[in-house]
Structure formats: C-alpha cells, structure tokens
C-alpha cells in the first residue's frame, strides 16, 4: 500500500493544523480550477417486492440486425429471455427456445442491443422479457437479414416502420418481469442517465448534488447537508459496503469507475432498515450484475484515463472484472506550477462463479489514492492525502426464484493525512447477512444481521508535546482503539390491498468504543397510497441513531468516545407523485427533521472551527421538494430539481440558522439528440447565500441573530456537447466535451478563522474521447 501518509515528521502545534482541514480541501478544488434484475442467484441487497400494475415494458432503441447464420437451412424461430438492466443495457440472454444455429445468432446479437429501460411509476427499473426472432430462409440474390419483432408496447426503432393496422401477428404476447424493488422514499438516477448529465463527467454518483434535499457545502466539492443532516452523517455505500468518501480530491471523478455503475439511489430519510448506524441519510450505489460476454470501455480525457473490461469463463458460469482509472494531472500542474502535486487514482476487480444455478460466489475489490502537496527543495510537504481499500468475499444462494440470501465478509484498510498532522488509520473487517423471503403473493420478509470491527490508530510526530492541551485534547478525541457496530433488523413489505403497500421495519443496533457501548433501537415505516392509476402518495417515518461523528467522513478519521452518547434523529415526510403526459413524472415531498445530541461542528459554529471538541448541539430542518423529470435518456429529456428549507441549530439558549443553511437550491437540465449522434447538454445550478458568521477572533462570542445576513447566492452554468460513432457492429465511440461553470463564477465561503473568503472561478474544462464494445 502507498506509504506516503508516514514520511513527513516536520512538526507544528496542533492547534494550528487542525483547523486548516476544510481550507486545505477548498485550497485543492481551487489550484484545480484556475434492483437489480439478475442471472441466478438475484441480488439479495435489492430484493423484489409484488409487481404493481404500472409498468412501462423496455422499448428497443438500436436496430435489431441479425444475420441469418452460415450453414443454416430454411426458416427458424428463437424465443429468449432477455434481462435488460436499468440503464437499458442487456445484461443476460438465455434462450427459451430453437435450434441452432438459429439460437446462438440471436443471442450473439441480442447482447449488442440498447433498450429504453422498463420504468415502474416512471421510475427505470430492471426486466425481463421475452423476445421472439423469426428467421426466414434467404432467397436468391437476396440479402441476408432478420427484423425480430418488438415487445408489446414499444416503439418501433429507429429506421423501422410500424407494423401496418390491421396486419395480422403470429407473435405472442411478451410478458414483461420486472425485477428488484425501487424503495418509496427514494430517489434514482441510473448510470445512462447520470452520463448525459452536464457537470456529472459521466460519474454516476455526481448525481448526488442535483437530487432534492442536497445542499452543498460548496459547489463541485463531495460533501453535502441532506435535509440538514451534516457531512458527517451522510452514509456512502457501493453494493452494501460502506466507502468513505465518494470523489477523487479537487473536484475530480467518482472512485469507482462509472462503467461498473448500474445506478446511484439517494435516501433522504425514512431509508430501508438494511441500512444502520447514520441519523442522516443514505447514498447508495449499485454495480452491474456480472455479464459473461466480453465487454469493455474506456475513456481518455485531459486529466485521467479510464479503462474496464469484463468477460466469461467456465462456458459463461464464471465472469472477470477489472477497471480503474489513473490521473496525470501532476505531470500538467508541473507545467504551471512545479511546487504543486496533485495526484488520484483508483481501481476494481471483481469475479464471480456460479457453483451451481442456485449458488454463485464472488470477490469484489476496489479502492481509491489521493494526494494534495508542494514539493519542497527537500521534500514533498503533504498537504492532504487519503486512501481507502475494500476486500468483500460473496456468498449468493437462492432457495427459489424470489428466496435469496446472502452472506458476506468485507476487509478494509483506511488512512489519511492532513498537513503536518500524524495520520489516522482504520483497520476494519465485516460482515453481513441479508435473507429476503416471500411469506406469500402479498407479504415479504427481509431481514439480516451486520458486524463491523474498526481498529483505529495514529502514528505519532517525533516532536510533539504530549502535555499541550491540544495535543491531549485532540488524542481524547481520537485515540487508539477497537470500535464495534453489532446490528440486526427487519422489515415486512406488506400489500395490504391493490393500493395500499406497508413496509413497517425495525433495527437494533450495539456499538461499543473502549470501554464504553450504547444501544439504539431504531422503529422505521413507509406506506404507499395508489390514488389512481398516475398518483401515490408516500409517507415516511423513522427514527435513527449514530456515534459521534467527524466534520466530514474522511478516511481514518473517527471520534472515538461514546461518554457524550449517541447522536439521533427523528425523520418524517410525506409526499405526492404523479405520472404526467409524455413520460413526465413530478412529486412533491414535504420533510421535517428532529436532531438530539447531534455533532454538527460546521453547522453550529460561531465562524471558528474547533474540529477536536465533541459539542453536541439540538437541531431541526423542514421544507419542501419538487423534482418534475423527464429521462435524460429520450430525445428530449430534462428535469428540475427544488429544494425550500429552513435549517436551524440550538446551543444552549441559542436558537439559529445552520450556518449551511441555503433556503433555495435549484438544479434545472435539459439533453437533446439531435440526430447523427450529435447529442446536447445544458445544467444550471443555483443556491442562495449561507448566513455570514461572526467570529470572535478570541473575544466574548456575539450573540446569534435568528435572522442573520447572508453570502451572496451562486449559480453555475454547465455544458455538455458529445458526437457518437459506431464504427463497428459491436462498439461505439463518443467525442465529449464538457464544462462545469461556463459563467466563471466565484463563490463565497467561510474560512476555518470565521472570515469570509471569495474563492475561483472553478471552472473544469473536458475534452474526451470514450468508446466502448
């Protein structure tokens, strides 16, 4: 593992480094700018609940050539089962039925063809369906072809013609399954979604900052307040593993390569029980399911290159993965400045073998390295650096076609390193159980217990004062320890009738630190309302509880004393959506928030940051989200993302506005093809002005105004322009150009002393060049 979290003992008083942490990661953006529907066995993280009625079927985008194969005699009929992931992909092709060489020449084809995915409530949603292909002997002369017949409810491709009314079909009808189960409260963006999203750069869980609820710390940076839960307590997980931190530093990629995406689901409050230990929210990203034919991407760009590959084994029982991505941004800052040293890259791998049709083991491994530094005339002074690493070993079976289980063990190793600080490192290792039953056609149990184990420590400085009362405040707080987090739950989706869907759930939770524990039982509900065949109406309810927690998830770094008790929050919403003409679906959710005992370092600061102290602090948030959507995905697709909240802290007598607290943010898209592979792209990001602090600077603190003056707002506009080829029967390549901040503006924000600053323009140009097969 990289080691350059231990070389650098030059030493200065804590308390003057400890403050500079979100500076430093400012200063870093800155010097830059100048469920799953599945093979056997299904995935267990994202069971399936009953079907409800509305289902739109997947519509078949590219043109379904298929040879008439060599060596073949008369005519032919092949039936397969095609799964279509969420994204539209084809992830699985079994044939149902027909003889060869007719079945492999569909099946070889069909894994080439690009859906509009199935949607449920206008949601995209994993399928099945059946596809029939009819081969008709070629006649002399004539050329070789097959046209294979849509299923029902989809549009013609493009460059087919509808069949004629009244023309009589052989075809059957194509019963559509869909698979997976999309959670009441919750909102998804799917992978080819998220690519089409100017800003994103094609990473799905850049999606994040422009759902409803998320308000950002500042623009471009990984760390948002969800419904006025602080960074803190905004949970990131990647098929049910918990990752720290969700970008590369200086506003670049995601960690994981985005071809390993399927989609990105944000919980803001009322989350599944599966999911324990935050009393904030839940950003969940899930990997497409193994595809044992062979496929690849890439993508070369100004500041990374980024390649993945996957292919079969074993005659497709078997499948491999590896991708990653590698940054030469270093080498292009030593063109403008040779002192500075900016540096990210990250990897996967993952394989998978099924033992039998019912039972599938898999190894799953990823991680991610980042570096922020000057190089000195003797040395690299690092100014911030972090690594994580996963290892999680799979066990799949499947008791029936809707009875899953799955255990899994999870190794990990994190550090990171702030200036001239020692570093905190986290040796952790895991794991969990997820069974998910079906008692009956309108009742399914899932339940499951997790375990996890984190040895956290820190390698001292040579030249620090043990008896400095920041040095012994800041070990206090981050001591040498074992951390435990035993939990259990359950919950039961309950169709009560056609239109009612009750999902009451419960998790236990034991965490220990030292020689201190506490225990939290946490009662979750979500209920669905089917008014009419294009309008729900969705309630959530629960409550949450989680241990102290740092300014911001950072690798390595956790508060590690459970004397001042757990932090919890009681969540409620209750919203409205509704199906509109042309694939429109809108909602409006109304959200009110309780926090008690809560860690908010940035949110109840008085403008001076004093990151080593445990203050607990009362808190509350409520408001309002609109999120109207089109998917991005069509020829004209768009969406418009609001969020009106009021955010409030309490310290003491003290009643007042979060210091994050933003009472409008606003997201607004819109992509167009325009034909010939030319495709188009515009976002406008805009949220008001946080209220402006007042520091002390070592003086008696000013009392807080309930009504304070604010920043100024900010707005960014970004671009997106691509030009699409397919060169070959089997692959694509695309010319990307992209621009976060077209408009150069500068945004304002508080320094770790309480004054406020004007940083950029953060502006990211991108030029790249991605193909796939």
Not at 312 to 332: D, E, H, I, K, Q
Request: overall charge positive.
């Amino acid at each position: 593992m990289p080691s350059f979290l231990e070389n650098d003992t030059q030493s200065h008083r804590v308390n003057q480094r400890w403050p500079r942490v979100l500076q430093v990661l400012a200063l870093a953006c800155a010097s830059l700018a100048s469920a799953t529907a599945s093979a056997q066995p299904p995935n267990p993280e994202t069971p399936a609940s009953p079907a409800p009625t509305n289902i739109t079927p997947p519509v078949l985008l590219t043109k379904p050539m298929v040879s008439y194969p060599k060596g073949a005699h008369g005519d032919g009929r092949v039936v397969l089962a095609i799964t279509v992931n969420a994204d539209g992909t084809v992830r699985t092709v079994r044939v149902m039925g027909g003889e060869e060489p007719f079945a492999s020449a569909a099946a070889g084809a069909a894994r080439t063809w690009q859906f509009d995915a199935a949607s449920r409530d206008g949601q995209p949603v994993a399928a099945v369906i059946r596809f029939e292909v009819k081969f008709k002997a070629p006649a002399a002369e004539a050329q070789d072809g097959v046209t294979p017949q849509p299923a029902i409810g989809a549009q013609p491709a493009a460059g087919q013609h509808a069949p004629k009314q009244g023309e009589p079909s052989a075809n059957p009808p194509i019963t559509v399954y869909v698979r997976g189960t999309r959670a009441p409260a919750v909102t998804s963006m799917t992978r080819a979604e998220v690519r089409q999203l100017p800003g994103a750069f094609g990473d799905p869980f850049r999606a994040v900052e422009a759902m409803p609820g998320v308000t950002p710390v500042a623009s471009g940076l990984p760390y948002f307040y969800v419904r006025g839960a602080p960074p803190g307590n905004v949970g990131y997980f990647l098929d049910g593993i918990r990752v720290p931190y969700l970008y590369h530093i200086g506003l670049g990629p995601s960690v994981v390569h985005p071809g390993l995406m399927e989609r990105v689901d944000l919980y803001p409050g009322g989350y599944p029980a599966r999911f324990g230990g935050l009393a904030g929210a839940i950003v969940s990203g899930e990997t497409a399911e193994p595809r044992p034919e062979l496929h690849g991407e890439g993508n070369l760009r100004l500041f990374d290159v980024g390649a993945l590959a996957e292919t079969g084994f074993a005659n497709g029982r078997g499948t491999a993965l590896v991708g990653g991505r590698y940054s030469y941004m270093a080498a292009m800052l030593s063109l403008v400045d040779p002192s500075i040293v900016l540096d990210y890259r990250d990897y996967q791998a993952r394989a998978s073998y099924d033992i039998t049709p019912k039972d599938r083991v898999s190894i799953f491994s990823f991680g991610a390295y980042d570096l922020y530094g000057e190089r000195l005339a003797d040395r690299l002074k690092i100014l911030f650096g972090s690594e994580f690493y996963r290892l999680d070993v799979r066990y799949d079976h499947a008791f029936s076609r809707a009875s899953t289980l799955r255990w899994a063990v999870t190794l990990g190793y994190d550090q990171t390193r702030v200036g001239e600080q020692r570093n905190g490192r986290d040796r952790s290792i895991g794991t969990r159980l997820l069974i998910h039953h079906p008692l009956d056609d309108n009742m399914t149990v899932r339940a499951g217990a997790d375990l996890a184990v984190d040895a956290f420590g820190a390698s001292s400085l040579a030249y620090d004062d043990p008896q400095d009362p920041e040095t012994r405040k800041l070990n206090a707080l981050f001591p040498k320890r074992t951390d435990t987090a035993l939990g259990a739950w359950a919950d039961l989706v309950w169709n009560l009738s056609p239109a009612v869907e009750v999902t009451p759930g419960v998790r236990a939770m034991l965490f220990t630190s030292g020689a201190s524990s506490a225990l939290a039982i946490d009662p979750r509900i979500v209920a669905r309302f089917k008014i009419t065949d294009k309008v729900r109406i969705i309630h959530a309810y629960g409550i949450a509880h989680q241990p102290p927690s740092f300014v911001a998830p950072i690798p390595g770094l956790a508060p590690g004393t459970l004397k001042n008790g757990l932090q919890s929050a009681f969540q409620t919403s209750a919203g409205v959506e509704t199906d509109l003409p042309q694939e429109v679906t809108a909602s409006a959710t109304l959200f009110h928030n309780a926090f008690f005992n809560m860690t908010d370092t940035l949110g109840s600061t008085t403008g001076e940051y004093d990151l080593a102290s445990d203050r607990r602090s009362q808190g509350s948030a409520a408001g309002l989200e609109l999120l109207v959507r089109r998917r991005l995905t069509k020829k004209l697709g768009g969406f418009l993302s609001y969020t009106l909240a009021r955010s409030v802290r309490t310290l003491g007598r003290e009643t007042f506005p979060s210091a994050y607290d933003r009472t409008h943010v606003l997201n607004a898209a819109v992509a167009y093809d325009f034909g010939r592979g030319w495709r188009a792209g515009t976002r406008l990001v805009f949220y008001s002005g946080n209220p402006v602090a007042s520091p002390s600077h070592g003086l008696i603190v000013p009392p807080r105004s309930g009504n304070p003056k604010r920043n100024p707002a900010f707005y960014r506009l970004d671009l997106r322009l691509e030009k699409r080829w397919i060169p070959w029967k089997r692959g694509w390549l695309s010319l990307v150009f992209e621009l976060m901040n077209a408009t150069l503006s500068r945004e304002s924000i508080m320094s770790p002393e309480g004054d406020v600053s004007t940083i950029g323009p953060v502006t990211i140009p991108s030029v790249g060049l991605e193909g796939g097969y």
